[in-house]
C-alpha cells in the first residue's frame, strides 16, 4: 500500500486523479528521503563510534607489545 513502501505510494498515486496522485508522490518521495538521511546519520554515527573503538583497541594492542 501507499503506506508501507514508495512503490505501493507510486501504484496508488496511478489510480488517483493527477491533482490528488501528484501530491501523494511528492508526499512519499518526500518521506522516503527523509527516512533515508535519518538511516544515513545512524549508519555514519554507528561507522564513527566503531572506528573509534578499533582504533584503541589496537593502540591499546600496540603499547602492550612494545611493553613486553
Known amino acids: ?3 508501507d513502501t514508495l512503490g505501493g ?3 496508488a498515486a496511478e ?3 493527477d491533482q490528488l496522485g501528484s ?3 511528492e508526499s512519499a ?5 527523509a527516512g533515508m538521511q535519518v538511516t544515513s546519520l545512524a549508519a555514519a554515527a554507528v561507522a564513527l563510534a ?3 573503538v578499533a582504533f584503541a583497541v589496537l593502540r591499546r594492542l600496540r603499547e602492550e607489545e612494545a611493553s613486553a
Request: glycine share 4%.
Open 23 to 25: 501530491a501523494l508522490l
Open 29 to 33: 518521495r518526500e518521506a522516503f528521503t
Open 9 to 11: 505510494a507510486i501504484e
Open 1 to 3: 500500500t501507499a503506506r
Open 15 to 17: 489510480r488517483l486523479p
Open 50 to 52: 566503531m572506528g573509534a
